[in-house]
């Protein structure tokens, strides 16, 4: 049985990462691997309604991050470990860079606190009882903070942080610039500034790199 392989894809708002993670988890199916698409806050029936608590209720930052690690527990318990376990690609619509991101960087939370929550949220899950579960890969889609809200202003509504002021996602975008610089061997850097098709081909290009796919996959 091929290992299992977590792949989570990061950016500010805007940065347009939906399209291609469906591109991606093509290319992953036509390679013949079993595949699971998820997100975060989410993935469960409780993460899920910790989402909209989220998105929607007003709060504190630190009451925010107890939430998200609540929610991303009983997604790493309930769906991420277990397809792992069984080989499977998981891609996952943020996860832990976010609450760096969103909550460290762009609120200010101590990073310090967000570290040892990340400890013990992710870890007792899997096999390796003191293994702290995190992607194999993460695919990290940079965007000028200015262009990724005038994407966002045309697309819908906003919700409770995606209405946040200019200055607080140029905040979130230093967040997951330190978040890549601190682990370069599992971030890969996406000009999401590019035209759609030539971010899609960054996109693939990192996966085949690895070994997930095949290089003419990103042709």
């Known amino acids: 049985m091929k290992p299992g392989v977590f792949i989570s894809f990061e950016g500010i708002d805007g940065a347009g990462k939906s399209s291609h993670i469906d591109r991606l988890a093509q290319a992953l199916r036509d390679a013949g691997r079993e595949l699971v ?17 989220l998105l929607h209720e007003s709060m504190d930052a630190l009451t925010e991050v107890l ?4 929610a ?6 309930l769906v991420i470990a277990p397809a792992l376990a069984r080989g499977a690609v998981v891609l996952c619509d943020r996860f832990t860079d976010a609450t760096f991101a969103y909550q460290g960087a762009g609120r200010g939370f101590d990073l310090g606190v967000l570290s040892q929550m990340e400890r013990l949220a992710q870890t007792h899950i ?23 809200a005038a994407r966002l202003s045309a697309a819908r509504a906003p919700d409770r942080f995606e209405a946040q002021p200019l200055a607080f996602f140029g905040r979130v975008a230093q967040g997951y610039a330190d978040r890549a610089a601190a682990a370069p061997a599992r971030f890969v850097r996406i ?27 990103g042709g």
């Open 37 to 53: 698409r998820t997100r975060e806050p989410g993935g469960t029936p409780l993460a899920e309604k910790l989402r909209e608590l």
């Open 67 to 70: 939430l998200a690690f609540a």
């Open 72 to 77: 991303r527990r009983d997604h790493l318990r």
């Open 126 to 148: 899997a096999e390796n009882p003191d293994l702290m579960l995190e992607p194999d890969l993460t695919l990290w889609f940079d965007l000028p903070p200015a262009v990724a």
């Open 191 to 217: 000009d999401a500034a590019q035209p759609r098709e030539q971010v899609g081909a960054q996109v693939l290009a990192a996966v085949a790199a690895r070994g997930w796919i095949a290089e003419a996959a």
